[in-house]
């Protein structure tokens, strides 16, 4: 008789939606450490919308003890008006820039200033006439053989 086995089991994927920047501060931890690369970055003026997928690094899953992970997540910003790249060349598509945080500001006009602020000053700012921000975690994790330390951190579990 054969031995049935279990299956393995789904990853848990996150699906996130920011509408105010206190939503945003929790799609940046979530985000921190993603690895960007350049050649998965678009900013659709007509549309209004910047997409970009990342190498998300799972932080929720450090306290399972069962390794490191990342995973792909496509991240969108819609209702843009204007997108500004600091020290980033659309054109070298082989650059990787490693996010470290989300930052917004309230405009005079009532719209919204979101950078993503990336290791080495690079940035990318988008302005928006309101938040609307989508993350949605897709496809498998897979193992990473560290996590991301930061100058003052203590080292990981």
Request: hydrophobic share 40%.
């Amino acid at each position: 008789m054969a031995k049935h086995q279990k299956p393995a089991a789904e990853p848990e994927l996150l699906r996130l939606r920011a509408g105010d920047p206190e939503d945003l501060s929790i799609i940046a931890s979530c985000l921190q450490d993603a690895i960007l690369p350049v050649s998965e970055m678009a900013y659709a003026a007509s549309e209004g919308r910047f997409v970009a997928v990342a190498n998300r690094f799972r932080w929720e899953r450090l306290s399972d003890g069962d390794g490191f992970e990342r995973i792909r997540s496509a991240l969108s910003f819609d209702k843009v008006r204007r997108c500004q790249l600091r020290h980033i060349d659309l054109r070298d598509r082989g650059f990787l820039l490693n996010l470290l945080t989300i930052d917004v500001q309230a405009l005079d006009d009532g719209a919204f200033a979101i950078t993503l602020l990336c290791a080495e000053d690079r940035a990318i700012r988008v302005e928006v006439d309101q938040i609307d921000m989508k993350m949605g975690d897709y496809g498998a994790p897979w193992t990473t053989s560290a996590a991301p330390r930061h100058q003052h951190d203590e080292p990981p579990p």
